[in-house]
């Protein structure tokens, strides 16, 4: 049995994405519910999320569990995992880590390109690493099943974050640093520290994350998973699209803003090009997530590293590390 898990996802929701996930046999999604909000504001997007589960029961599932990927599977649905690109739905509150995780988060971010009260953002001038809270932060996560992300994290924080970390963490979406030189793309001692611990990166679509943007090629995205593969094989590397199919342009600008500034921030965008770029013409949406697997194969990938590439990589680490440890922290 092979799945289809999309490691990241920000979409404008509706019943027209939730069919298209269908269309293109998704399995599981990680789904962003919060940028910059707080506790109380997220929870308001959990309760959305619960309406949408209620509305389109014969569509979407809430995932908790590796387990509820195969059921997906099984009753023709797509699980919903929920995730943080911010830690401010703990806000300095390290109590907020299990009840966010009994609420049904999967993953945090331990930074959204900024310092945070946990580790540097990959827009910050110096990189400190992890804060003390940031280490005491990873040992909750550790205890409670709720998995490190370091997409939008500066390199010492992120090998920091991998190598304190008792469980695997996660890159969820970005690409080599080597293949297209964005801020948010990985160098590859970062990739190794990721993947030597166990942690799982999957590769972005997002334009600003790709060689040539907009007009990158599906043979050009799929030969720098070829390559990377080539240096620290398949088992640990997924996909994790980035896409933010509908969302109008007053969404990025959220993103890169939220609350701390009252300046313009483009992010990996400019003046010139400040909102969304547009996505390649391959990969427009949910649909399109089979291309992927014809594009692994024609750069030489087998069946096997092709299953492992599009889902079943990120099935296994979610059996690994969304339930809780069961060793009790040390007194």
């Known amino acids: 049995m092979t799945y289809r898990i999309d490691g990241l996802q920000y979409a404008s929701w509706s019943e027209k994405i939730f069919r298209q996930m269908r269309q293109g046999g998704l399995d599981a999604v990680h789904v962003t519910i919060a940028y910059h909000e707080t506790f109380r504001e997220t929870v308001l997007n959990v309760e959305r999320w ?83 809270m940031g280490r005491e932060v990873i040992r909750e996560m550790n205890r409670v099943g709720l998995v490190v992300d370091m997409s939008h994290s500066a390199d010492r924080s992120t090998i920091e974050a991998a190598d304190h970390s008792a469980r695997p963490i996660a890159i969820t979406h970005a690409n080599p640093h080597t293949w297209h030189p964005a801020k948010r793309n990985k160098h590859d001692d970062v990739i190794r520290a990721v993947v030597s611990n166990g942690g799982m990166m999957g590769f972005s679509l997002y ?68 909102g969304f770029p547009p996505q390649p013409d391959w ?40 339930t809780p440890d069961q060793q009790q922290p040390d007194s």
């Not at 009994?102 to 009260?117: I, V």
């Not at 398949?234 to 300046?263: N, Y």
Request: proline share 4%; glycine share 10%; hydrophobic share 35%.
């Open 283 to 322: 990969f427009k949406d949910n649909t399109d997530f089979p291309n992927l697997a014809d594009g692994l194969k024609q750069v030489g990938f087998n069946d096997s590293e092709i299953a492992g590439l599009m889902g079943d990589n990120w099935l296994r680490f979610f059996e690994q590390n969304f």
């Open 207 to 274: 334009p600003h994350h790709l060689a040539g943007g907009t007009d990158c090629t599906l043979k050009s995205f799929c030969q720098m998973i070829a390559d990377t593969a080539e240096t620290y094989g398949t088992r640990h590397f997924g996909i994790g699209s980035d896409l933010c199919q509908d969302q109008p342009d007053s969404i990025v600008e959220w993103m890169r803003t939220g609350r701390w500034t009252k300046s313009i921030d483009y992010g990996e965008g400019s003046a010139a090009n400040p």
């Open 50 to 132: 619960n309406r949408w589960f209620e509305q389109y029961p014969d569509l979407i599932i809430k995932g908790r569990w590796a387990g509820d990927v195969r059921t997906a599977h099984e009753t023709g649905r797509t699980a919903i995992f929920f995730g943080f690109q911010n830690p401010s739905p703990i806000e300095d509150d390290i109590g907020l880590v299990e009840v966010w995780h009994d609420l049904g988060a999967r993953f945090m971010q331990l930074t959204y390109n900024n310092q945070s009260l946990l580790a540097t953002g990959c827009y910050e001038a110096e990189d400190a690493g992890l804060t003390r």
